[in-house]
């Protein structure tokens, strides 16, 4: 994996994952979060280890996608559940259930 890309992971990138790691396994429910977007953070988490582990220059287009689609998921879970309790948008009168991924 190229040098740039462990440098971010070891200075910067594993520890954040790290604290949220450890924020949503403890007060992840209690938060609001469901257990599916949950479970899903943590195995993107467990995949980006393995990723840089690993190492080999195929692996940094895998980082980076994942990395991509790790955000992409959780911006849109965000944006859903922001949506949902300040009730803006077309669905403002709709029945509200529990918010899914």
Known sequence: MGREVKRL???EIRDYFKA???FLRVYGIQAGYESVYIRRVLLDHERFEKLVEE???DNIF???QLLTEHFRYKDEYLARHLERITRIGPEDNAPQG???P
């Open 55 to 57: 190492g080999g220059e």
């Open 62 to 64: 895998l980082f980076s």
């Open 9 to 11: 992971w070891n200075s």
């Open 20 to 22: 949220e790691g450890e």
């Open 98 to 100: 529990p918010l899914r």
